[in-house]
Protein backbone atom coordinates (compact mmCIF):
# COMPACT_ATOMS: atom_id res chain seq x y z
CA UNK A 1 0.00 0.00 0.00
CA UNK A 2 1.51 3.37 -1.23
CA UNK A 3 0.78 6.24 1.56
CA UNK A 4 1.92 9.81 0.65
CA UNK A 5 0.53 11.53 3.75
CA UNK A 6 2.23 11.98 7.48
CA UNK A 7 -1.57 11.22 8.75
CA UNK A 8 -2.55 8.16 6.73
CA UNK A 9 1.08 6.56 7.77
CA UNK A 10 0.25 7.35 11.69
CA UNK A 11 -3.16 5.61 11.27
CA UNK A 12 -1.76 2.69 9.62
CA UNK A 13 0.79 2.06 12.39
CA UNK A 14 -1.46 3.16 14.95
CA UNK A 15 -3.83 0.52 14.07
CA UNK A 16 -1.24 -2.41 13.65
CA UNK A 17 0.29 -1.32 17.30
CA UNK A 18 -2.96 -1.21 18.47
CA UNK A 19 -3.10 -4.63 17.29
CA UNK A 20 0.02 -5.81 19.53
CA UNK A 21 2.13 -5.90 15.98
CA UNK A 22 5.35 -4.85 16.00
CA UNK A 23 6.65 -2.29 13.39
CA UNK A 24 10.50 -2.65 11.11
CA UNK A 25 11.22 0.13 9.14
CA UNK A 26 13.33 0.73 5.71
CA UNK A 27 14.08 4.30 5.23
CA UNK A 28 15.31 5.15 1.48
CA UNK A 29 16.04 7.25 -1.54
CA UNK A 30 13.90 4.42 -4.07
CA UNK A 31 15.38 2.95 -6.74
CA UNK A 32 15.73 -0.30 -5.51
CA UNK A 33 18.25 -2.78 -5.75
CA UNK A 34 19.16 -5.62 -3.95
CA UNK A 35 20.89 -3.93 -1.25
CA UNK A 36 17.58 -1.97 -0.47
CA UNK A 37 15.65 -5.49 -0.81
CA UNK A 38 17.96 -7.18 1.66
CA UNK A 39 17.13 -4.20 4.16
CA UNK A 40 13.47 -5.10 3.19
CA UNK A 41 14.05 -8.94 3.63
CA UNK A 42 15.40 -8.72 7.22
CA UNK A 43 12.82 -5.93 8.43
CA UNK A 44 10.13 -9.06 6.54
CA UNK A 45 11.76 -11.78 8.29
CA UNK A 46 11.82 -9.71 12.19
CA UNK A 47 8.74 -7.94 12.26
CA UNK A 48 5.01 -8.09 11.59
CA UNK A 49 4.60 -4.82 9.82
CA UNK A 50 6.97 -3.49 7.36
CA UNK A 51 6.92 0.25 6.78
CA UNK A 52 9.44 1.37 3.93
CA UNK A 53 9.73 5.49 2.96
CA UNK A 54 10.98 6.15 -0.24
CA UNK A 55 12.19 9.99 -0.31
CA UNK A 56 14.72 11.34 -1.86
CA UNK A 57 15.99 14.38 0.70
CA UNK A 58 16.58 17.61 -1.62
CA UNK A 59 18.26 19.19 1.64
CA UNK A 60 21.06 16.63 1.92
CA UNK A 61 21.99 17.26 -1.89
CA UNK A 62 24.56 20.17 -2.03
CA UNK A 63 23.22 23.04 -4.75
CA UNK A 64 25.91 21.14 -7.18
CA UNK A 65 25.32 17.73 -6.56
CA UNK A 66 23.02 15.02 -8.22
CA UNK A 67 19.23 15.64 -7.03
CA UNK A 68 18.05 16.24 -10.46
CA UNK A 69 18.97 13.56 -12.00
CA UNK A 70 18.91 11.33 -9.17
CA UNK A 71 17.65 7.82 -10.01
CA UNK A 72 13.60 7.31 -9.92
CA UNK A 73 11.23 4.54 -10.54
CA UNK A 74 8.65 4.47 -7.84
CA UNK A 75 6.52 1.92 -10.22
CA UNK A 76 9.10 -0.73 -10.21
CA UNK A 77 9.94 0.55 -6.57
CA UNK A 78 6.30 -0.44 -5.50
CA UNK A 79 5.85 -3.28 -7.18
CA UNK A 80 9.24 -4.77 -5.92
CA UNK A 81 8.25 -3.90 -2.18
CA UNK A 82 5.31 -5.37 -2.31
CA UNK A 83 6.64 -8.54 -3.72
CA UNK A 84 9.11 -8.45 -0.62
CA UNK A 85 5.77 -8.23 1.38
CA UNK A 86 6.43 -4.43 2.60
CA UNK A 87 2.85 -3.35 3.82
CA UNK A 88 3.81 0.17 3.31
CA UNK A 89 5.54 2.14 1.02
CA UNK A 90 5.66 6.01 2.43
CA UNK A 91 6.26 8.53 -0.44
CA UNK A 92 5.83 11.95 0.97
CA UNK A 93 6.36 14.73 -1.63
CA UNK A 94 8.86 17.48 0.05
CA UNK A 95 6.56 19.66 1.12
CA UNK A 96 4.44 16.91 3.24
CA UNK A 97 8.21 16.57 4.81
CA UNK A 98 9.33 20.52 4.93
CA UNK A 99 5.83 22.63 5.45
CA UNK A 100 6.49 26.41 4.81
CA UNK A 101 8.21 27.27 8.11
CA UNK A 102 10.22 24.05 8.87
CA UNK A 103 13.02 25.19 10.59
CA UNK A 104 14.83 22.32 12.99
CA UNK A 105 17.98 20.71 12.39
CA UNK A 106 19.95 18.00 14.08
CA UNK A 107 23.61 18.29 14.59
CA UNK A 108 26.09 15.80 15.81
CA UNK A 109 28.86 17.12 16.39
CA UNK A 110 32.55 14.98 15.37
CA UNK A 111 30.96 12.23 13.20
CA UNK A 112 29.83 14.51 10.67
CA UNK A 113 32.72 16.39 9.63
CA UNK A 114 34.71 13.94 8.35
CA UNK A 115 35.31 11.52 5.05
CA UNK A 116 31.68 12.47 3.25
CA UNK A 117 30.89 15.48 5.51
CA UNK A 118 34.08 17.01 4.34
CA UNK A 119 33.48 16.10 0.73
CA UNK A 120 29.80 16.81 0.96
CA UNK A 121 29.84 19.46 3.61
CA UNK A 122 28.66 18.91 7.30
CA UNK A 123 25.30 20.14 6.09
CA UNK A 124 24.77 16.67 4.55
CA UNK A 125 24.50 14.83 7.94
CA UNK A 126 22.37 17.25 9.77
CA UNK A 127 19.78 16.71 6.83
CA UNK A 128 19.94 12.93 6.97
CA UNK A 129 20.33 13.00 10.69
CA UNK A 130 17.12 15.51 10.55
CA UNK A 131 15.18 13.56 7.98
CA UNK A 132 15.65 10.15 9.70
CA UNK A 133 14.69 11.39 12.80
CA UNK A 134 11.50 13.28 11.30
CA UNK A 135 11.07 9.87 9.78
CA UNK A 136 11.60 8.08 13.31
CA UNK A 137 8.83 10.62 14.51
CA UNK A 138 6.19 9.54 11.98
CA UNK A 139 6.57 5.85 11.96
CA UNK A 140 7.24 5.14 15.46
CA UNK A 141 9.12 2.24 14.63
CA UNK A 142 10.23 -0.78 16.94
CA UNK A 143 13.59 -1.45 14.72
CA UNK A 144 15.18 0.69 11.54
CA UNK A 145 17.46 -1.07 9.06
CA UNK A 146 20.36 0.65 7.50
CA UNK A 147 23.02 -0.72 5.25
CA UNK A 148 26.80 -0.71 6.31
CA UNK A 149 27.83 1.05 2.84
CA UNK A 150 26.58 4.25 4.05
CA UNK A 151 28.55 3.16 7.10
CA UNK A 152 29.30 6.82 8.49
CA UNK A 153 25.21 7.40 8.26
CA UNK A 154 24.67 4.70 10.77
CA UNK A 155 27.41 6.11 13.12
CA UNK A 156 25.34 8.98 12.77
CA UNK A 157 22.14 7.88 13.20
CA UNK A 158 23.03 5.61 16.06
CA UNK A 159 24.12 8.91 17.98
CA UNK A 160 21.43 10.30 17.44
CA UNK A 161 19.12 7.39 18.80
CA UNK A 162 21.50 7.30 21.99
CA UNK A 163 22.07 11.42 22.27
CA UNK A 164 18.37 11.87 22.40
CA UNK A 165 17.06 8.99 23.58
CA UNK A 166 14.81 7.89 20.81
CA UNK A 167 13.04 4.77 21.15
CA UNK A 168 14.20 2.55 18.34
CA UNK A 169 16.65 -0.47 17.85
CA UNK A 170 19.33 0.28 15.07
CA UNK A 171 19.69 -3.12 12.83
CA UNK A 172 22.76 -2.67 10.42
CA UNK A 173 23.01 -5.15 7.20
CA UNK A 174 26.10 -5.68 4.76
CA UNK A 175 27.40 -4.28 1.48
CA UNK A 176 25.07 -6.37 -1.01
CA UNK A 177 27.67 -6.23 -3.94
CA UNK A 178 27.57 -7.31 -7.67
CA UNK A 179 29.53 -10.31 -8.32
CA UNK A 180 32.34 -8.20 -9.69
CA UNK A 181 32.41 -6.94 -5.97
CA UNK A 182 30.95 -3.55 -6.75
CA UNK A 183 28.86 -2.33 -4.20
CA UNK A 184 25.25 -2.03 -5.49
CA UNK A 185 23.86 1.63 -5.61
CA UNK A 186 21.69 3.51 -7.03
CA UNK A 187 23.62 5.60 -9.19
CA UNK A 188 25.87 2.43 -10.76
CA UNK A 189 23.20 2.88 -13.56
CA UNK A 190 24.51 5.98 -14.52
CA UNK A 191 28.04 4.42 -15.58
CA UNK A 192 28.61 4.13 -18.95
CA UNK A 193 30.68 0.50 -19.45
CA UNK A 194 34.15 2.09 -19.29
CA UNK A 195 33.14 3.72 -15.65
CA UNK A 196 31.58 0.45 -14.74
CA UNK A 197 34.63 -1.53 -15.33
CA UNK A 198 36.95 1.56 -13.80
CA UNK A 199 34.37 1.01 -10.81
CA UNK A 200 35.28 -2.10 -9.87
CA UNK A 201 38.54 -0.85 -8.78
CA UNK A 202 37.40 0.51 -5.50
CA UNK A 203 36.29 -2.80 -3.85
CA UNK A 204 39.82 -4.40 -5.17
CA UNK A 205 41.48 -1.95 -3.59
CA UNK A 206 39.73 -1.87 -0.34
CA UNK A 207 40.54 -6.04 -0.41
CA UNK A 208 44.08 -5.10 -1.20
CA UNK A 209 44.17 -3.39 2.14
CA UNK A 210 42.42 -5.80 3.71
CA UNK A 211 44.29 -8.97 2.63
CA UNK A 212 47.39 -7.10 4.27
CA UNK A 213 45.69 -6.39 7.57
CA UNK A 214 44.84 -9.86 7.16
CA UNK A 215 48.54 -11.08 6.74
CA UNK A 216 49.24 -9.19 9.92
CA UNK A 217 50.03 -5.55 9.31
CA UNK A 218 48.79 -3.28 11.45
CA UNK A 219 50.05 0.20 9.85
CA UNK A 220 47.79 2.18 8.23
CA UNK A 221 50.34 4.32 6.02
CA UNK A 222 51.14 0.89 4.85
CA UNK A 223 48.03 -0.21 4.53
CA UNK A 224 46.32 2.84 2.75
CA UNK A 225 49.46 2.64 0.42
CA UNK A 226 48.32 -1.03 -0.72
CA UNK A 227 44.62 0.64 -1.38
CA UNK A 228 46.21 3.17 -3.06
CA UNK A 229 48.05 1.34 -5.53
CA UNK A 230 44.86 -0.08 -7.00
CA UNK A 231 43.36 2.73 -7.41
CA UNK A 232 46.76 4.37 -9.26
CA UNK A 233 46.65 1.45 -11.50
CA UNK A 234 42.63 2.04 -12.52
CA UNK A 235 43.21 5.87 -12.98
CA UNK A 236 41.18 6.57 -10.13
CA UNK A 237 42.31 9.82 -7.86
CA UNK A 238 39.68 9.11 -4.83
CA UNK A 239 37.94 12.32 -2.96
CA UNK A 240 39.17 10.60 -0.07
CA UNK A 241 40.66 7.22 1.46
CA UNK A 242 41.33 6.89 4.64
CA UNK A 243 41.34 4.69 7.92
CA UNK A 244 39.37 6.01 10.87
CA UNK A 245 38.54 4.72 14.05
CA UNK A 246 35.61 2.07 13.39
CA UNK A 247 33.34 3.66 16.36
CA UNK A 248 34.82 7.80 16.45
CA UNK A 249 35.83 8.01 13.14
CA UNK A 250 39.00 9.73 14.87
CA UNK A 251 41.92 9.13 12.61
CA UNK A 252 44.23 6.09 12.96
CA UNK A 253 47.84 5.50 12.75
CA UNK A 254 47.04 1.38 13.66
CA UNK A 255 44.64 -0.68 12.68
CA UNK A 256 45.54 -2.35 16.15
CA UNK A 257 41.57 -1.24 17.05
CA UNK A 258 38.21 -2.10 14.10
CA UNK A 259 38.99 0.50 12.03
CA UNK A 260 37.41 1.67 9.31
CA UNK A 261 38.64 2.01 6.03
CA UNK A 262 36.37 4.05 3.32
CA UNK A 263 36.65 5.55 0.00
CA UNK A 264 34.86 7.90 -2.19
CA UNK A 265 35.53 9.22 -5.59
CA UNK A 266 34.14 10.40 -8.87
CA UNK A 267 34.34 7.35 -11.51
CA UNK A 268 33.44 9.22 -14.70
CA UNK A 269 30.47 11.86 -13.50
CA UNK A 270 28.95 9.16 -11.15
CA UNK A 271 30.09 9.84 -7.27
CA UNK A 272 30.70 6.52 -5.44
CA UNK A 273 31.53 5.18 -2.13
CA UNK A 274 32.64 1.83 -0.24
CA UNK A 275 34.02 0.65 2.82
CA UNK A 276 35.51 -2.42 4.24
CA UNK A 277 35.77 -3.13 8.25
CA UNK A 278 39.07 -4.02 9.61
CA UNK A 279 38.41 -6.39 12.67
CA UNK A 280 41.23 -5.95 15.10
CA UNK A 281 40.71 -9.35 15.56
CA UNK A 282 41.01 -10.39 11.72
P1 LIG B 1 19.63 4.91 -0.16
O1 LIG B 1 18.36 4.67 -0.93
O2 LIG B 1 20.85 4.91 -1.02
O3 LIG B 1 19.51 6.09 0.77
O4 LIG B 1 19.81 3.64 0.77
C1 LIG B 1 18.81 3.23 1.66
C2 LIG B 1 19.38 2.22 2.61
O5 LIG B 1 19.89 1.12 1.87
C3 LIG B 1 20.56 2.78 3.42
O6 LIG B 1 20.49 2.29 4.75
C4 LIG B 1 21.74 2.22 2.68
O7 LIG B 1 22.89 2.07 3.49
C5 LIG B 1 21.22 0.88 2.24
N1 LIG B 1 22.01 0.40 1.11
C6 LIG B 1 22.30 1.06 -0.03
N2 LIG B 1 23.11 0.33 -0.82
C7 LIG B 1 23.35 -0.83 -0.16
C8 LIG B 1 24.12 -2.00 -0.43
N3 LIG B 1 24.82 -2.14 -1.56
N4 LIG B 1 24.14 -2.98 0.49
C9 LIG B 1 23.44 -2.85 1.66
N5 LIG B 1 22.70 -1.78 1.97
C10 LIG B 1 22.64 -0.77 1.09
Same mark, same amino acid.
Given at each position: ???????????????????????????????????????????????????????????????????????????????????????????????????????????????????????????????????????????????? /????? &? *?????? #????? +? %??? @?? =???????????????????????????????????????????????????????????????????????? /????? &? *?????? #????? +? %??? @?? =????????????????????
Amino acid at each position: MVLRTISEVREAVRQARAAGQSIGFVPTMGAFHDGHLSLMRRAREENDIVVVSLFVNPTQFAPYEDLSTYPRDEENDARAAAAKGVEILFVPESSEIYPDGFATSIHVAGLTEVLDGASRGAHHFDSVATVVTKLFGIVRPDVA /YFGQK &D *AQQVLV #VRRVV +R %DLD @LD =VRIEVCPIVRETDGLAMSSRNVHLDPEARRQATALNRALDAAQAMHGGGERDSARILRAAQRVLDDAGIHPE /YLELR &D *AETLDP #VTSTR +R %DAL @LA =VAAHIGTTRLIDNHLLKASS
